[in-house]
Each structure stands twice: as C-alpha cells, then as structure tokens.
C-alpha cells in the first residue's frame, strides 16, 4: 500500500513570500522545525527537533522556482517525499501538499496529517509578519 497526506492551504500572500518561507533555511524553522534546506537539487539537508529527539534526512528532488519544491523525508521510522506546488491568482497564493510513500495508516501517517496542518497554521502567522 502506498498511501499519500495531501492538503491545501490558501494565503493572501505574493507567491515569492511563500516559496521563501518555503526554502529560507530561518523562516522554513519558524513553522517546521530547525534545518539547513537551500533550494538546489541534489542539496542533502536534515530537519533537526532536539525537544523530540528527532531527526528527518532529506534531499532535495526538484526545484522549480516559485511553483514547485520536492524533498526526500525520511526519519521516525518512514521514507517519504514531500512536494510542494504553488499558484497565484486573483492575489491568493495556492499551495499543495503531498507526502507521498507511506506503507500503512499508522500513527506517523496520521502524525503527518494533523503536524502538517497544524504547521499551516503557523506558516499563515509567519506569512502575515513578514
């Protein structure tokens, strides 16, 4: 079984401002978690949460500046990628989630599925202050 979290989240914002928040390693860290990310295929980098002990390798896949940023994620005990794909129109910038590979509906599926919208939110507040 290969299971995907997917979710849409919709901000007010220019479509530059969210692929920065997106790829900025320091605003990247004010809604997931501390890491090293630079938007370069091939780029090896690691999300670090020390309060959780816990450590994501990735590797960025594919980088199409401002539409479109996929990433290995694999840690906790799963191997996934993450692409992002962005739009804008009408002055609302669209954003897409898929985290795809996922074996079984598990704790770290479902995990994924609130951590991920529980990070829109804070991606929203941090869209708004900068």
Do not use: C
């Amino acid at each position: 079984m290969n299971l995907t979290v997917s979710q849409d989240f919709n901000f007010k914002s220019p479509i530059e401002k969210v692929w920065l928040a997106l790829t900025d390693a320091n605003t990247l860290a004010r809604w997931v978690m501390a890491n090293n990310i630079k938007p370069v295929v091939g780029h090896k980098f690691q999300f670090r949460n020390e309060q959780w002990n816990l450590i994501i390798d990735s590797e960025v896949l594919e980088v199409e500046e401002p539409y479109k940023l996929s990433y290995t994620w694999v840690g906790g005990g799963i191997n996934t990628t993450v692409t992002w794909t962005l739009k804008h129109e009408d002055g609302t910038t669209y954003l897409n989630l898929e985290q795809t590979g996922f074996e079984k509906e598990d704790q770290a599926f479902n995990g994924a599925k609130y951590g991920w919208a529980k990070m829109g939110e804070d991606l929203n507040k941090v869209l708004e202050e900068l």
